[in-house]
């Protein structure tokens, strides 16, 4: 049917890999109390099964002419006992399954287009969907050929990274390879439709729908970390804290006044009918939102990759600014001339309730950094009744000032010069969330130096230098406070962040170990490997406690990095010490003895490791003073 495919009787190479950003997915859903805790990974004894995954290649046009282009697909066929994560996963620590081409110079090879993941459900996930790619994922790119290509075969390698996991457990990442030969001749064959480019959906050679590019990865999400370290509870509490934050940004700001008088129309002498009438308003804002997240909720991840674009980051931070500069009297921000109307044309709960919902959606862009991030958080649960709750919860927090406002409507001052301050005041953290909106792009140091500059000259400016009245002296005071404390947190943005000194460690060796017992001194061995969550965790916790740092001066300090668990040393250590996953910390008393009672196998409080190493210390007859 003129296809020409490469079928692979098994995988020719599998291999784990070495990245900076690659993290295992079973460790990232660890839910409430017990999120410190994370699941092992397995290193499979030091390598990672070699038939997991097989690549199967094809392409579309058994000849091509020099100048025209082809489209090429890949079949991953996965063991049905595994699945491998998406090229576009949920959460930043998840390691993408990625194609990478090598082609001869002059050979043009397009972007990947991956097949659309599924959200499935799996042990280690603790109720959280992950995005996976199943058995028969086909992956296609467009090949063109140069002009002055001669005539032959030529050659293409095909190189996928990925990690496998299976309902129990994550192997280490792994690369598959798959060789594909191209023909190069006078005159383009007609493209073949049946097989993998059935799969594809690609029609006469015209290459499927593109995904986003690899390195486009989702952004962190701050309420999913919330999720998996404090639970429920404390999210719903966060999200809630969070609405009362986004009731006071210059979007709300202009509605004040007409939740003010509209509210101040409806008054009566009947206290429960005007608290009535704030709970309705409030209910029509809480509507607007929850439909919102039931929407984000059973979209699944369409939301998830907004905040990793340094353009929407960067489009976002530019509105947030000019809407800060705007509180500053740049221009001035009016609402809709039709919500002015509409808040004298109904009265009675139903006028209540309409003016909440209209509330909600004029409200909504200046809500966007936080909404979007619960959005893609709501999207990757997957679950519209938490979507409906999460959105819920921030709405009740933007609502409640603004039901508290409706209450207490006849019994508030009118607006005077201290209104002016505070619109400014407002301004200011407006730019300050600009600037955090951009961290990611500029870098935090970058980020902490502009929001520090900003902090310190708007201090200056609006605690002393600003002009607007104060009646009575105490409100002058409070703008004063308000000036110092913000120069001053400024200036602890400007300065260096301090860093804990760690454990110092050298590289492992059986020859250091040997030595140490002749020595009579304890070991401390250290597993770990760059995609390894709870490794890093140890890193900068653990490892990090100064009582621990203290006693390591009595230990040799060895860590064997397992990243890439090939080489001899590496697999011998891994063998002579059991070591089945990642972290896990040996230790071995001063005769050379392992004490497996100590032996850690995941993230630890540093309390927990000193008392591991005081037991090392007196197992081999060795003590510390426990000052």
């Given at each position: 049917m003129g296809r020409r495919s490469v079928r692979r009787t098994g995988v020719a190479n599998v291999r784990p890999t070495s990245s900076t950003m690659a993290l295992l997915a079973a460790l990232l859903t660890t839910v409430g109390a017990s999120g410190a805790f994370a699941q092992p990974v397995s290193l499979g004894g030091g390598t990672a099964p070699a038939d997991i995954v097989r690549l199967e290649a094809a392409v579309q046009n058994e000849t091509v002419a020099p100048g025209d282009s082809t489209l090429?697909?890949?079949?991953?066929?996965?063991?049905?006992?595994y699945h491998i994560q998406s090229n576009v996963p949920l959460d930043e620590f998840t390691i993408p399954t990625e194609l990478r081409v090598e082609a001869p110079e002059g050979f043009e090879v397009?972007?990947?287009?991956?097949?659309?993941?599924?959200?499935?459900?799996?042990?280690?996930?603790?109720?959280?969907k992950v995005a996976v790619l199943e058995d028969g994922a086909v992956m296609t790119f467009r090949l063109t050929i140069p002009a002055g290509a001669p005539a032959g075969t030529v050659r293409l390698k095909a190189t996928l990274t990925y990690q496998a996991c299976d309902d129990q457990q994550c192997l280490p990442p792994a690369e598959a390879e798959v060789e594909i030969p191209v023909n190069v001749g006078g005159k383009t064959s007609p493209p073949a439709e049946d097989g993998l480019f059935a799969a594809t959906g690609a029609d006469s050679g015209t290459p499927a729908q593109l995904e986003v590019n690899p390195e486009a990865r989702q952004a962190p999400n701050y309420f999913a970390g919330i999720l998996e370290k404090r639970g429920w509870a404390f999210l719903l509490a966060a999200v809630y804290v969070a609405g009362l934050g986004l009731s006071f940004t210059p979007c709300v700001f202009p509605l004040?006044?007409?939740?003010?008088?509209?509210?101040?129309?409806?008054?009566?002498?009947?206290?429960?009918?005007?608290v009535g009438l704030a709970v309705t308003y409030a209910a029509g804002i809480a509507t607007t939102y929850s439909i919102l997240g039931f929407v984000a909720a059973t979209s699944g991840a369409l939301f998830g990759s907004w905040l990793s674009s340094p353009w929407v980051l960067g489009t976002l931070a530019v509105i947030i600014a000019v809407m800060g500069f705007g509180m500053f009297g740049a221009f001035e921000l009016r609402p809709p001339a039709f919500i002015a109307q509409r808040s004298g044309a109904r009265s009675g709960f139903a006028g209540a309730f309409v003016m909440g919902l209209i509330f909600g959606v004029v409200a909504a862009p200046c809500t966007g950094p936080a909404t979007i991030a619960l959005m893609a958080f709501a999207g990757a649960l997957g679950q519209p009744a938490a979507g409906l709750t999460l959105f819920f919860v921030l709405a009740l927090g933007i609502a409640t000032p603004l039901m508290?406002?409706?209450?207490?409507?006849?019994?508030l001052p009118t607006a005077g010069p201290w209104m002016s301050w505070v619109k400014k005041l407002l301004g200011a953290l407006l730019l300050g969330v600009a600037v955090w909106l951009v961290s990611p792009v500029i870098g935090g140091k970058a980020a902490s130096v502009a929001g520090g500059a900003i902090a310190i000259a708007l201090g200056i400016w609006l605690g002393f230098l600003e002009k607007s009245g104060f009646r009575p002296a105490s409100l002058g005071t409070f703008r004063a406070l308000t000036g110092a404390l913000a120069i001053a947190g400024g200036a602890w943005l400007l300065l260096p962040a301090p860093e804990r000194p760690g454990i110092e460690w050298q590289p492992y060796s059986a020859a250091l170990v040997e030595q140490a017992a002749r020595d009579g001194r304890p070991v401390i061995i250290d597993f770990s490997a760059e995609w390894c969550l709870p490794c890093r965790e140890l890193e900068h916790g653990a490892f990090r406690h100064p009582e621990a740092v203290r006693l390591s001066q009595q230990f040799v300090r060895l860590k064997v990095d397992a990243t890439d668990s090939r080489p001899p040393a590496v697999r011998e250590a891994l063998k002579q010490y059991d070591v089945r996953g990642v972290p896990t910390v040996v230790f071995l008393d001063s005769t050379g003895k392992e004490i497996r009672e100590a032996r850690?196998?995941?993230?630890?409080?540093?309390?927990?490791?000193?008392?591991?190493?005081?037991?090392?210390?007196e197992k081999g007859g060795s003590r510390v003073s426990r000052e």
């Amino acid at each position: 049917m003129g296809r020409r495919s490469v079928r692979r009787t098994g995988v020719a190479n599998v291999r784990p890999t070495s990245s900076t950003m690659a993290l295992l997915a079973a460790l990232l859903t660890t839910v409430g109390a017990s999120g410190a805790f994370a699941q092992p990974v397995s290193l499979g004894g030091g390598t990672a099964p070699a038939d997991i995954v097989r690549l199967e290649a094809a392409v579309q046009n058994e000849t091509v002419a020099p100048g025209d282009s082809t489209l090429v697909a890949i079949r991953a066929d996965v063991d049905d006992r595994y699945h491998i994560q998406s090229n576009v996963p949920l959460d930043e620590f998840t390691i993408p399954t990625e194609l990478r081409v090598e082609a001869p110079e002059g050979f043009e090879v397009g972007p990947v287009s991956y097949p659309q993941h599924i959200l499935k459900e799996f042990s280690f996930a603790k109720g959280q969907k992950v995005a996976v790619l199943e058995d028969g994922a086909v992956m296609t790119f467009r090949l063109t050929i140069p002009a002055g290509a001669p005539a032959g075969t030529v050659r293409l390698k095909a190189t996928l990274t990925y990690q496998a996991c299976d309902d129990q457990q994550c192997l280490p990442p792994a690369e598959a390879e798959v060789e594909i030969p191209v023909n190069v001749g006078g005159k383009t064959s007609p493209p073949a439709e049946d097989g993998l480019f059935a799969a594809t959906g690609a029609d006469s050679g015209t290459p499927a729908q593109l995904e986003v590019n690899p390195e486009a990865r989702q952004a962190p999400n701050y309420f999913a970390g919330i999720l998996e370290k404090r639970g429920w509870a404390f999210l719903l509490a966060a999200v809630y804290v969070a609405g009362l934050g986004l009731s006071f940004t210059p979007c709300v700001f202009p509605l004040i006044p007409i939740t003010l008088g509209y509210f101040r129309n409806q008054a009566s002498d009947n206290r429960r009918r005007t608290v009535g009438l704030a709970v309705t308003y409030a209910a029509g804002i809480a509507t607007t939102y929850s439909i919102l997240g039931f929407v984000a909720a059973t979209s699944g991840a369409l939301f998830g990759s907004w905040l990793s674009s340094p353009w929407v980051l960067g489009t976002l931070a530019v509105i947030i600014a000019v809407m800060g500069f705007g509180m500053f009297g740049a221009f001035e921000l009016r609402p809709p001339a039709f919500i002015a109307q509409r808040s004298g044309a109904r009265s009675g709960f139903a006028g209540a309730f309409v003016m909440g919902l209209i509330f909600g959606v004029v409200a909504a862009p200046c809500t966007g950094p936080a909404t979007i991030a619960l959005m893609a958080f709501a999207g990757a649960l997957g679950q519209p009744a938490a979507g409906l709750t999460l959105f819920f919860v921030l709405a009740l927090g933007i609502a409640t000032p603004l039901m508290l406002l409706a209450i207490f409507s006849a019994n508030l001052p009118t607006a005077g010069p201290w209104m002016s301050w505070v619109k400014k005041l407002l301004g200011a953290l407006l730019l300050g969330v600009a600037v955090w909106l951009v961290s990611p792009v500029i870098g935090g140091k970058a980020a902490s130096v502009a929001g520090g500059a900003i902090a310190i000259a708007l201090g200056i400016w609006l605690g002393f230098l600003e002009k607007s009245g104060f009646r009575p002296a105490s409100l002058g005071t409070f703008r004063a406070l308000t000036g110092a404390l913000a120069i001053a947190g400024g200036a602890w943005l400007l300065l260096p962040a301090p860093e804990r000194p760690g454990i110092e460690w050298q590289p492992y060796s059986a020859a250091l170990v040997e030595q140490a017992a002749r020595d009579g001194r304890p070991v401390i061995i250290d597993f770990s490997a760059e995609w390894c969550l709870p490794c890093r965790e140890l890193e900068h916790g653990a490892f990090r406690h100064p009582e621990a740092v203290r006693l390591s001066q009595q230990f040799v300090r060895l860590k064997v990095d397992a990243t890439d668990s090939r080489p001899p040393a590496v697999r011998e250590a891994l063998k002579q010490y059991d070591v089945r996953g990642v972290p896990t910390v040996v230790f071995l008393d001063s005769t050379g003895k392992e004490i497996r009672e100590a032996r850690i196998l995941s993230n630890v409080p540093g309390s927990t490791l000193v008392e591991r190493m005081r037991v090392a210390m007196e197992k081999g007859g060795s003590r510390v003073s426990r000052e």
